[in-house]
């Protein structure tokens, strides 16, 4: 493996830079509190971090919502603090993926400005643009995620946007070549400045079907919510038509053809409920597509079984044999995963040596290291309009997006001198990193173990995945690179079971197994939430 193989079952740190480290009191992290913080992040053993959306925006989104591609929003800096973040993170040995989220705008994007002007401007149809039907309704059904339809009015130039996310969020059309060249030279611009790699967002809803046509609806008895809450009438149709859309391979292949020359890395967020894994295939197939894309299958619904693994990985190997998947249990989006999946922490432990056996990237949210449950946002400290739209089904994005927790007993938990952003929760603020730092058995030193464990073996990092079973509770599977086997078992369960050994001697990767015996040949016991990870020693 190559040096711009290194994404290649490497791991992702992402940092949600509001909510990581405030340096200068305003309540909000900003990107010189990153770069203080670079040598705890180095110190996990991760090979790169991502940081989320740092632009220049009106923040709608939290920075989803880009104003100007090519600068650095004044709450978290300017470009010379880039500049140093990427510098430091480079000498600690850390990549640097910046969130590139070319689908939409801000609104207030001089782009817009101009598009939204008149009809037979420069930039006119840089959006996506349509008439009202004679009743005055919008022109199709489609929906946004975050609520209503995804077609605004716009008075000025009397049509309709297309709009996926929130109104202020119009999407960008790629349908136009000069659009795509433009966003080509973002990227460009950032690959000059020395980032190693895109966390692209949505790149399944870059391009939509340019005749509009309506999406079918799914028949109530149909509907499942993977990724919108169940409550979001999104969930209810059949995303032939917004999303998903060929086209957007071509610009893809373009996009990855100007990051070549600079052996970058991308990462590719594919939400979609029908047919996420499937897409995930399309976009990381061969060698001229995505380096990976993000999937959603463990970041929603319910703990996973070991069925569940087994037949996401079945699924995965069928549809992206050819492709790379890059899992991730937490993000900014979602219920963190000891919450959302009611783990014990021995529970959270087994899942995350789990994670870093399976084949495929992996990304850890920030706070995910410490075991953090989600925190609790109270309504009146509501800041995300996702949350807000469909209180109280679904509690919105804040209780993830809550600063982390660096000193138990600091002010603020470490996190600045000031009041943040979103309250630190009590629930969080005692599994701190100092107080996780001077205990060995803690979730944070068993992070750094198991990080590392996956680097000292290449079939781990990027071996083949095998012999998938799951028998109850139990997983079993090898990973195999050229002479190296290794075979993983894990009880996804509370009650003890015992598991067989193949054939021949092993020996014990996983320094800190929980409460397993030493087996090396014949058969292994394990307690609730034991796992067993072992290398195949030479004949
Ligand atoms: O998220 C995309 C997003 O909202 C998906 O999780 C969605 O639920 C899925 O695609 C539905 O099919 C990204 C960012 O991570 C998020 O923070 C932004 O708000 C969003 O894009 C808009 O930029
Ligand atoms: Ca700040």
Known sequence: AGADDWWRGGVIYQ?????????????????????????YVASLGVDAIWISPFFTSPMKDFGYDVSDYCDIDPMFGALADFDALLARAHSLGLRVMIDLVLSHTSDQHPWFAESRNGRDNDKSNWYVWGDAKPDGTPPNNWLSIFGGPAWQWDSRRQQYYLHNFLTSQPDLNFHSPAVQQALLDVATFWLDRGVDGFRLDTINFYTHDAELRNNPAIAPELRTAKTAPAVNPYNWQEHLYDKSRPENLEFLRRLRAVMKPYGAAAVGEVGDEQLGLEILGQY??????????????????????????KETMDHVARVASDGWACWAYSNHDVVRHPTRWLLTDVATKTFNTLLMCLRGSACIYQGEELGLPEADVPYESLQDPYGIEFWPEFKGRDGCRTPMVWEANSDHAGFGSEMPWL??????????????????TSTLNHYRRT????????????????????????????????????F????????????????????????DIIGATEATSGRAELPGWGYLVARKKAD
């Open 284 to 309: 990381t197939a061969g060698d001229d597509l995505m380096n990976m894309c993000y999937a959603f299958e463990l970041l929603s619904g319910d703990t996973p079984t070991a069925k569940f693994i």
């Open 423 to 440: 309250p630190i929760s009590s629930s969080q603020a005692v599994l701190a990193v100092d107080q996780q730092e001077v205990r060995k």
């Open 451 to 486: 990080i590392q464990m996956r680097h000292d073996s290449p079939a781990l990092m990027r071996g083949s995945q095998e012999d998938m079973q799951a028998n109850g509770d139990l997983l079993t599977f090898l990973r195999v690179d050229g002479a190296e086997t290794v």
């Open 15 to 39: 940092i949600y830079p509001r909510s990581f480290q405030d340096s200068n009191g305003d309540g909000i992290g900003d990107l010189a509190g990153i770069t203080e913080r670079l040598p």
């Open 488 to 511: 993983c078992a894990f009880n996804l369960g509370r009650d003890g079971t015992s598991v067989t050994l193949p054939a021949g001697e092993w020996e014990n990767m996983a320094t």
